[in-house]
């Protein structure tokens, strides 16, 4: 049996983060030893935030025709991929950005490489303050970033 889930470290253990946390420990057996693997997730705030920006600017564009091909893209253009030639024939390679992938300070480098990606060619012809201003609204919980505010 296995089960993922997001957890605190406190002084007197593992306390479950969120409520699905706690119905995914809840799952596992009374009395029997569990094994753990513990990584420090990044900023969730800013995780949704970068995922909702690129939801957005995918719907509004009409060259890549599915979502994965355009996060490809935006991958490639962040310099996030190895290339690789085979007969002749360019193939590229997208290493995972997902929490367990990507250490906090990587994605940090991310998200600002992106950002000036999008102001200077997703949406060039928006002045940068405006871009810059546009991304600050983008939030998939319509609400506060936490302390990412696009500089």
């Known amino acids: 049996m ?5 957890a605190l470290k406190t002084n007197t253990g593992f306390m479950p983060y969120e409520p699905q946390d706690l119905e995914e420990f809840e799952k596992m057996p009374y ?7 513990c990584t ?11 995922h909702a920006c690129l939801q957005t600017l995918f719907k509004q564009q009409d060259t890549w025709p599915t979502f994965t091909l355009f996060r490809n893209a935006v991958k490639r253009a962040l310099g996030l991929c190895e290339v690789y030639e085979v007969k002749g024939k360019e ?3 997208y290493p995972s950005i997902a929490f367990d992938k990507m250490p906090q300070d990587e994605f940090n480098v991310l998200v600002e490489r992106f950002v000036d990606l999008v ?3 997703i949406i060039p012809q928006m002045d940068d303050e405006s871009a810059r ?3 600050n609204l983008l939030d998939a919980d ?4 936490g302390s990412r505010q696009v500089a």
């Open 133 to 135: 201003r546009m991304l």
């Open 2 to 6: 296995s089960v993922e889930l997001q």
């Open 40 to 50: 420090v997730a990044r900023s969730s705030p800013q995780n949704r935030w970068f």
């Open 142 to 145: 319509n609400g506060a970033i």
């Open 31 to 37: 009395g029997k030893p569990i094994k753990l693997v």
């Open 91 to 93: 193939f590229f390679e």
């Open 119 to 121: 102001c200077t060619r």
